[in-house]
């Protein structure tokens, strides 16, 4: 006797209706897929998450079939009106499909200015799927190497890093940056503002417990900073060099050299032994900095974004036979 198999029907939910003991496994799985491929523990990240969730503060959806399987999730936030999506977890086109068609449709956007997103997703479809709904599209390389706590000599002026230093290095990071990138992961439209958002987040462990003894910065005047090294603990013998970056006036003098090998030498004596960055793929001149420093290739990321985002719109039509749009918009 022939068996039929009929596929599962599947519902897209608000991930509230999911009950703490399915989600532990969810949460368990993305602890694994960050500490195994980019030796990052994210442990403390999903259990602040879980509180805010069970709390109502943390947004998500859920895809689940008839048998209860949870088939993809996401989260999300929505502040300053800005639609920031963090986390986009499934191995299906159909069910990013329906997670993204909730997420950017017309009624969702309409109270929404920007829509950011910067996801560890391994679904190879996904950035299709984005271009599609009108989101420009980068790639962010995640590097990595051993330390050794051999420090080179420095130059006299360079101190440890402060956070009274904060607004110093926000502006600092908008003269070194474009001042606008629909993709940036951090400070898109580069306003002061941003900038120190960002900055503050920094110090306060959104990106790792902050290393003072790893993070540097060069004075050049009265509350100015000709370059900043900002290094965090991501896990127990792992350290994560968050920013690097040298004034573009003082650029070709060894200093982002100098600063790099403190900071590595430091975050050393602290007790890490390897050491991860992020760089984005199309910064060709820090791509070919690391490669030098002979870091070498983890993963990546996927950064998503548009300042327009009512562009962005599920509602549209669509053939059977789909074509995607190709290029970055």
Sequence with gaps: MNIVSFPQRLRLADWQALAAERMAPLYADEVDRWQRLLDWDTTARWQDIEVRRRQGGAQGLAVVDDSGVVRGWCHYAVRDRVLRLDTFVTDEEAVAEMMLDRLLSVPALAYIERVSAFLFSELSGLPQLLRFRGLSIDRYWYLGRELNTVAPPALPAIRRWRPEDALATAALLGRAY????????????????????????????????????????????????????????????????????????????????????????????????????????????????????????????????????????????????????????
């Design 178 to 329: 474009e001042p606008g990138a629909e993709t940036r992961p951090f400070a898109p439209l580069g306003t002061p503002e941003q900038w120190l958002t960002y900055v503050n987040d920094v110090a306060r462990g959104a990106h790792g417990t902050l290393l003072p003894d790893a993070s540097f910065c060069l004075p050049a005047g009265p509350d100015r900073l000709s370059a900043v090294s900002l290094v965090t603990r991501i896990g127990e013998n792992a350290a994560h060099l968050v920013q690097l970056v040298v004034d573009p006036a003082s650029r070709r003098r060894r200093i982002g050299q100098q600063l790099m090998d403190m900071a590595t030498a430091g975050a050393a004596r602290t007790g890490c032994r390897r050491v991860s960055v992020i760089v984005g793929g199309s910064n060709r001149a820090a791509r070919a900095f690391f490669d030098a420093a002979r870091f070498r290739t983890m993963g990546s990321l996927l950064a998503a974004g548009t300042l327009q985002p009512r562009r962005a719109t599920a509602a549209v039509s669509r053939p059977a036979t789909r074509t995607f749009a190709s290029g970055r918009r």
